[in-house]
């Protein structure tokens, strides 16, 4: 996997060629499957969010951003610092 962090406009590098995703993923790192056939998968954490594609003259982007909610949770169960330690009798 190729991992990339969205700039704060919602953009990733990718082959020396800016693309625009959504400026919801800004600051998140995002992944580009290298090994998918095109289009290339594109993934935030475990969740396939859309395909990527140079072919065309230009990009060719689908992107279903996550939702606040589906961050919300993301960041809880990534966050191990906030879970609390188990507990032993």
């Known amino acids: ?38 289009p290339r998968d594109l993934w935030f954490s475990h969740r396939r969010i859309g395909f990527l594609t140079l072919d065309a003259p230009r990009p060719v982007v689908a992107v279903d951003a996550p939702s606040f909610v589906a961050l919300n949770e993301l960041h809880k169960d ?12």
């Open 1 to 38: 996997m190729l991992v990339r962090t969205v700039s704060g406009r919602g953009f990733i590098k990718y082959r020396s060629t800016m693309i625009q995703l959504k400026e919801a993923l800004a600051g998140y790192p995002v992944a580009i499957d290298p090994h998918s056939s095109p």
């Open 78 to 89: 990534t966050n191990l610092m906030t879970q609390p330690a188990l507990e032993t009798t």
